[in-house]
């Protein structure tokens, strides 16, 4: 036994006696006694439960000269019982305990206390938010095509690249605008006409100009032009020469079917870029064969430039760089933060002494090679900056778009959290040592409960599934628009080679339509993968935490701990407490949401107002975003101790969280400073996995494959992002290994101190042997 406390040999000899010993919180015990007039070696109290084992009362005072006597033992009053928690968790027994255990109580002494369930309409709520999330990702499923997030639309509505089309567009991706007096049209401010509505084709490559004379682009071939699609292609989309005469003076009024080739065109993102610089050759045989005046203003460059750098153009490809770049999420944002995350949990379990300067280093030095490659991207350094330009174009080409301005500004914002973070590891290095004896003791809870490092495996299993259902779904559903017909009042005639006429009454494009309920279905997708992300990451830290306990208050005694703790933990959550991981989960994310949504409003304000905005408004955002950034990260830490006392006593959420609150409140300066350095370590640690994966990101999308063909992505930006953060989610399920044991113990080891009055009587011995050499013991109980 760890206690050095005497325990007295007390008869029972009067049952009103034995009751006046027990402190007054204990009444409910008290009428379970029974009076024994036989002797024992130490108190016995015998309960009216048939599967109740014995419980020792010891003395907080003793007195050596005091006989053995009933008068002198209770004169002393002062005896006490290990309540609450004594008596709940540890080798103590309760007045429902028992080595069997009904449903409500676990075998083998460790956990006894009567649970019940917890919670329960928020796990019906939680339920039915699932249901209600398959219910929204069928709909994208149903509607969307994620094609239509890479490729655009052509003037009979369909997508290019789909084999579905009519015809056959499935070799033909690049958009290409035929009438370019329509599209300078559309650039002006006076004018109605819209980009949207110009006459526009599919085809396998941007056109240039003949260099000798002039060739034409006609529409698909159908009607009286014999030809198919193959044919036409062949042909470089050119039958200018089977034309009837009709066809011809149409064609030279730039009313089709065939449309001269006067500008150069690169491919941008998979539509043809016009560059404002005609061909003098072109556009001479063009004006000496008759055809109108065609406008060569710049206005024709900005205008197809402006629409593909548009805001909600620039998301969608940002998303399908998602869809292209599903290998590089799988290895770097699946397969290995799993490796990285077990090695560490490995090198704290043997190697614990260096892991606290490696990972302080080794985060330095990889937030400074991510730093790097932003820099290259960003066209800083080296020259391999990215281009929005696809296949090979002229070198004296040069066109920017919104991509390299965010990788830019990216890059800036690296720069500055590399020196804080610098800055910030310097400030540490003393505090490193307190941070070893910390993890010191989680290393050898993990030695003790190995159970421990294979666990974080099953809700990465079921984070990994979600989150594959949940890409997929968030491509359809951002797809998800319906096709329609623009409304336009324009004056544009073509000609139709099915009616062989020119038709001027059905000009007008089509584009793709969000419904507000689309817009309001994605915000529900995104906030359903937040919460569903906190729900797991808190079952598998209330887990953990169960388990932890249970080796703490049965003093270390492996005899004393389930044959599997994390499988007795585990049950307690499914059948007890998952209502209240869902409710926990839950405020987190409306927390984390409502931030958000105040974020977009003050970016759509910012955009909508031209006027400059002055300093107290500034102030105010900012004060604002601040206020909430803390809030934000208190209830996180409340939700982390209170997963902590519901796995320990099986309170409800709003309960346990009052419980750890108070506990924290009560022993902030003896758990401050210990647990915070501990948080640092462990969070530095997650980001070196987080950052590692990122940089992985990087070397994989600068592949030729992501460059090139159909898997070129617009930006590494969004892929290296989305890796940073599911090698983040990652960590944080291993991690939360060592993180909870730390916080686990430390509140244990308070509570029991704080009830045995300055004495942690359950505290394993490996625990006190560690905090002993460390001088942290005196710290923790005594507050210094």
Not at 211 to 232: A, K, Q, T
Request: contains cysteine.
């Amino acid at each position: 036994m760890l206690s050095q406390e005497p325990v007295f040999l007390l008869p029972y000899t009067l049952h009103t006696t034995l009751l006046t010993t027990f402190p007054e919180q204990d009444k409910r015990q008290k009428a379970h006694l029974k009076t024994k007039p036989t002797d024992f070696p130490k108190i016995k109290l015998l309960f009216r439960n048939t599967r109740s084992k014995s419980l020792s009362l010891r003395s907080t005072d003793p007195t050596p000269d005091c006989s053995l006597s009933l008068s002198c033992s209770w004169e002393k009053r002062n005896w006490r019982m290990g309540v609450p928690l004594g008596v709940i968790v540890g080798r103590y027994t309760t007045a429902g305990g028992g080595s069997g255990g009904s449903d409500g109580e676990m075998g083998d002494g460790i956990i006894r206390h009567n649970r019940k369930c917890r919670d329960l309409v928020f796990l019906v709520i939680f339920i039915a938010f699932w249901v209600a999330m398959i219910v929204n990702s069928s709909f994208g499923f149903n509607q969307g095509n994620p094609l239509r997030l890479t490729y655009g639309l052509d003037y009979k509505g369909n997508v290019c690249g789909s084999k579905h089309a009519n015809p056959d567009l499935r070799e033909l991706e690049v958009r290409y605008w035929l009438n370019p007096n329509q599209v300078y049209q559309s650039g002006l401010k006076s004018s109605h006409f819209s980009l949207a509505d110009a006459k526009s084709i599919c085809l396998m490559e941007c056109p240039i100009p003949s260099e000798d004379g002039l060739n034409f682009i006609c529409d698909y071939p159908e009607g009286d032009i014999r030809l198919s699609v193959d044919d036409w292609i062949d042909r470089d989309y050119d039958y200018f020469e089977f034309l009837t005469p009709d066809m011809r003076n149409s064609s030279l009024q730039l009313q089709g079917p065939c449309y001269p080739i006067i500008f150069p065109s690169v491919n941008v993102h998979w539509s043809c870029q016009f560059i404002a610089r005609a061909s003098n050759i072109s556009l001479r045989h063009w004006q000496q064969m008759g055809g109108v005046t065609i406008e060569e203003n710049i206005l024709i460059d900005k205008t197809i430039h402006r629409a593909i750098n548009s805001p909600s153009a620039v998301l969608k490809r940002y998303v399908a760089d998602i869809g292209k770049a599903w290998p590089v999420l799988i290895v770097c944002g699946g397969i290995l933060p799993l490796f990285l995350s077990v090695i560490w949990l490995l090198m704290i379990r043997h190697f614990v002494a260096g892991m606290t300067w490696i990972t302080v280093i080794l985060f330095n030095a990889l937030i400074i090679s991510v730093t790097m490659f932003y820099y290259a991207k960003a066209g800083w350094i080296g020259h391999d900056a990215i281009s929005v330009v696809i296949d090979e174009s002229d070198p004296y080409v040069n066109i920017s778009g919104r991509e390299i301005n965010h990788i830019r500004a990216v890059a800036v914002l690296m720069t500055v959290v590399m020196i804080i973070t610098f800055l910030s590891s310097i400030a540490i290095v003393r505090r490193i040592l307190i941070a070893t004896s910390v993890l010191k003791v989680a290393s050898k809870v993990i030695g003790e409960v190995q159970a421990l490092i294979v666990f974080p495996i099953l809700p990465y299993s079921i984070l990994a599934i979600f989150y594959m259902f949940w890409f997929s779904a968030t491509l359809y559903l951002f797809s998800s628009g319906q096709i329609i017909r623009n409304d336009c009042n324009a004056n544009c005639c073509s000609y139709d080679l099915k009616s062989n006429r020119v038709n001027c009454d059905s000009c007008c494009g089509y584009s793709i339509h969000y419904t507000p309920h689309i817009g309001i279905s994605i915000l529900f997708h995104l906030f359903g993968c937040y919460w569903a992300t906190q729900f797991i990451i808190a079952c598998s830290s209330t887990v953990i935490a169960g388990s932890v306990a249970s080796y703490y208050w049965a003093r270390g005694e492996i005899s004393e701990i389930p044959f599997l703790p994390v499988f007795s933990s585990m049950k307690r959550l499914l059948r007890y407490s998952i209502g209240s991981v869902a409710l926990g989960s839950l405020v987190v994310s409306i927390v984390e949401w409502f931030r958000f949504i105040l974020e977009s409003l003050r970016r759509r304000l910012k955009l909508a107002d031209t006027a400059p905005v002055s300093c107290m408004g500034k102030m105010m955002s900012s004060s604002s975003q601040c206020c909430l950034g803390c809030i934000d990260w208190t209830i996180k830490s409340v939700n982390r101790n209170a997963y902590i006392m519901i796995a320990i006593t099986g309170k409800g959420f709003c309960k346990a969280s009052a419980i750890a609150t108070g506990l924290i409140m009560n022993n902030i300066l003896r758990i401050g400073k210990v647990n915070v350095i501990g948080d640092v370590i462990l969070f530095l640690g997650k980001l070196c996995v987080s950052l590692f994966c990122a940089l992985f990101a990087f070397l994989m999308l600068d592949t030729h494959k992501y460059k090139s063909a159909h898997n070129r992505i617009s930006s590494p930006l969004f892929p290296v992002q989305v890796c940073w953060g599911l090698g983040y989610i990652v960590a944080t399920l291993f991690f939360a290994v060592v993180e909870m044991s730390i916080d686990t113990i430390i509140l244990s080891f308070c509570q029991d101190a704080e009830e045995h009055q300055g004495t942690a009587q359950c505290a394993p011995p490996l625990l006190m042997e560690t905090l002993d050499g460390e001088g942290e013991t005196q710290r923790l109980t005594q507050g210094s």
